[in-house]
């Protein structure tokens, strides 16, 4: 008689960095006998890999955790995993109020997922396993994005010690990946279709492999055959060095963008962020990357409503956002997240101020992005194909990054996910564009060199 198999529904929330664990927890359980399916109706086994940074991820993640215990209730499942950040910061509490879940498990315990998975499923008592943070790599991976971009992690953890954030709590102390293992994957991502690799850490900047910084890395990465776009996230603003802009300018392959959280400009807020680099020095790294790195596009994410933000604190974090004209921007209200000194300080902003405040720069940001976008019209671009929505091809220019940078909507074209295509930019909103192929111009992934 044969062996059963059983089947795995994954449900990943949260970050790119926490997708790219899903994707791995998914190899892995495919190597381990295991079979995946995107219905949880019949899923024998639900992997909820949460996330715990902030309220609203939280209350997402146990929302998701309730969900697949009512599954196991009444439907086919038989076992329940609770995975990632959540469970990492808040084992006890999880094991106490979640009788439902048979196994608690921690950010370094992805190599392990099909045992724990046959585990819970043999009924034994409840499994809780939450070791100290480490960084996995070198294990198979699933793509749960398109084929043809793929995130890669670099490093885990962080360092800066901001007084708003949990992330050290959850994922430790920054530690860097080995560049050779970062390569590598590089490439056995380019051998399976991937043509942009999306470099992810908590601070990039950061990155440090004996004589390997993130210059350097960066070079070795633009030498992978088959890749045509890099594109590097999460910058700390005080560390982006001459070195960095450099490569950015020099090196073909390499996105001429740049995300750099820089959370706030007035001085007093940033002190009690404990963010290193003052206003003035963030303004002067902005003014240096746009001089050094002609056509560069700049991201960046804030903070409204943090505790001690007065209204003319906040005014100049709107002056700031008018007079920089970041061309991708990102807003969050405070979250007091416990353990973490920010929730410890006094003067807290009442979430409708900080609420109003996010969307008074999300209205400026609008106008802004819509003038960059009217701007590109009759402009000739290179687009990378990513899928279809509602009948219509769109896909992205190197100066956007999926998900959260708008996308380029296509007309009169045979494209298909994966193409680089020539177009011209034929219309604009305020985040997203049109475009129409020029004919007998697609390219082939231009910079395969």
Not at 203 to 209: F, K, L, N, V
Not at 371 to 378: M, P, Q, T, Y
Not at 392 to 407: C, K, M, N, V
Request: hydrophobic share 40%; aromatic share 6%; glycine share 8%.
């Amino acid at each position: 008689m044969s062996k059963r198999t059983y089947k795995i529904g994954m449900v990943s929330l949260g970050c790119p960095k926490n997708q790219v664990d899903a994707e791995q927890m998914m190899g892995v359980l495919a190597g381990s006998g295991f079979e995946l399916t995107a219905d949880q109706q019949e899923a024998d086994v639900i992997v909820v890999n949460t996330c715990g940074f902030i309220e609203s991820a939280k209350e997402e993640s146990i929302g998701a955790i309730l969900e697949a215990a009512k599954m196991k209730k009444r439907g086919k499942c038989r076992a329940l995993v609770v995975a990632g950040c959540l469970a990492q910061r808040y084992k006890d509490e999880l094991r106490k109020e979640l009788p439902e879940a048979d196994a608690i498990i921690g950010t370094a315990e992805v190599a392990r997922i099909g045992e724990i998975c046959r585990q819970a499923l043999a009924g034994s008592e409840q499994i809780v396993r939450v070791a100290a943070p480490e960084i996995v790599y070198g294990l198979p991976r699933l793509s749960t994005t398109p084929r043809h971009y793929r995130y890669l992690k670099i490093a885990e953890g962080c360092s800066n010690r901001c007084s708003y954030c949990a992330i050290p709590m959850i994922r430790g102390d920054f530690f860097s990946r080995p560049a050779a293992s970062i390569i590598d994957e590089a490439k056995k991502l380019a051998d399976d279709g991937a043509k942009e690799l999306i470099l992810l850490a908590q601070d990039s900047t950061g990155y440090r492999d004996g004589k390997t910084d993130l210059p350097a890395l960066l070079r070795k990465l633009a030498r992978v055959r088959g890749i045509s776009w890099v594109r590097l996230m999460y910058a700390y603003p005080g560390r982006i060095s001459d070195a960095l802009m450099a490569v950015l300018a020099e090196e073909e392959k390499l996105c001429k963008y740049l995300d750099i959280p820089v959370q706030h400009i007035d001085g007093k807020v940033l002190a009690a962020m404990n963010r290193k680099g003052s206003p003035d020095e963030i303004r002067r790294t902005i003014e240096k990357l746009r001089k050094r790195v002609p056509g560069i596009a700049l991201r960046t994410s804030l903070i409204t409503g943090f505790p001690g933000e007065t209204e003319a604190a906040f005014k100049r974090l709107l002056s700031f956002v008018k007079e920089t004209a970041f061309d991708h921007l990102g807003v969050f209200t405070y979250s007091p997240e416990e353990g973490t000194p920010a929730a410890q300080l006094g003067s807290q902003v009442a979430p409708e101020t900080a609420q109003e405040r996010l969307d008074r720069i999300m209205q400026a940001q609008a106008k802004i992005s819509l003038k960059k976008n009217r701007a590109l019209i009759g402009t000739g671009r290179t687009v990378l194909v990513d899928g279809l929505e509602d009948d219509t091809l769109f896909g992205r220019l190197s100066s956007q990054a999926p998900e959260i940078d708008g996308a380029v909507y296509l007309s009169e074209t045979e494209a298909v996910p994966g193409d680089f295509v020539e177009v011209t930019i034929i219309d604009a909103s305020e985040y997203d564009l049109v475009g129409t192929e020029k004919k007998s111009t697609k390219s082939q992934a231009s910079n395969n060199k």
